[in-house]
């Protein structure tokens, strides 16, 4: 096959009935490519926040696995059929991710149908475009807050009047702050302060916790963010 060829075939689609061993790797190889550039932006945009290297190479290979299967049935129902019924028996479970992680699957998924459709040149331009679109976004920090914002809460001696009692530390260590709930604890022997906090500086959190825990008699104090307790500090 000429080079002309090879760009014809990747703008006009394959056919249903033509899968070749030639087919195949002319579709596979890019939608692998493809899969594998996603996931390495993937990682560039989430170094700070994390990653599971198995998330990672399910991007990678997501988009073949899909354009193998776009490949496969092509026109024929009879064998779309025979595939729903194969993927009925599979169960898929995975913790509930990031929306972000989520858009990562459902490109990669996508780009890798577009691949099995023969229109692999479409699916490199499109997934161009939309991974500068997320770097621009993600160096910009578009719609990011300027501090992690926090959940705080503090455990207090009855007799403690707790009324602006750590107004010093957190003006000290916070963006902002604001107490959200008082809950009466050990039949009433302890109160529990529940705070909002935006912190000016990560690092400074145990500075911080130090500080409160002078002032609250050396009882619980737990900081969390808002998703479940991600970075979590106990003191009894």
């Given at each position: 096959m000429s080079f002309d060829e090879f760009i014809t075939s990747a703008t006009t689609g394959a056919t249903a009935d033509e899968l070749t061993a030639l087919s195949v790797v002319e579709n596979l190889v890019p939608a692998l490519i493809i899969g594998f550039v996603i996931s390495l932006v993937y990682l560039l945009t989430h170094k700070k926040a994390g990653y599971s290297q198995a998330f990672c190479v399910s991007l990678i290979v997501l988009a073949p696995i899909v354009a193998m299967v776009i490949l496969s049935i092509g026109n024929n129902v009879a064998r779309a059929f025979s595939l729903a019924g194969a993927f009925a028996l599979i169960?898929?479970?995975?913790?509930?991710?990031?929306?972000?992680?989520?858009?990562?699957v459902f490109?990669?998924?996508v780009m890798g149908l577009v691949c099995g459709m023969g229109y692999w040149l479409y699916a490199a331009i499109a997934t161009l475009i939309i991974l500068c679109a997320i770097i621009i976004l993600h160096v910009t920090n578009y719609a990011g807050k300027k501090g992690d914002v926090y959940t705080l809460k503090i455990t207090v001696p009855e007799t403690l009047n707790y009324v602006g009692?750590?107004?010093?530390p957190l003006k000290k260590y916070t963006n902002s702050y604001k107490l959200v709930r008082v809950k009466s604890v050990d039949f009433g022997a302890l109160f529990e302060l529940s705070y909002n906090v935006q912190l000016k500086d990560d690092k400074q959190i145990r500075e911080m916790l130090d500080d409160l825990r002078a002032m609250n008699g050396n009882l619980k104090i737990m900081l969390s963010t808002e998703q479940e307790a991600v970075r979590s500090f106990h003191f009894q």
């Open positions: 169960r898929f479970r995975s913790a509930p991710g990031d929306p972000k992680d989520i858009a990562f490109m990669s998924v009692a750590f107004d010093e």
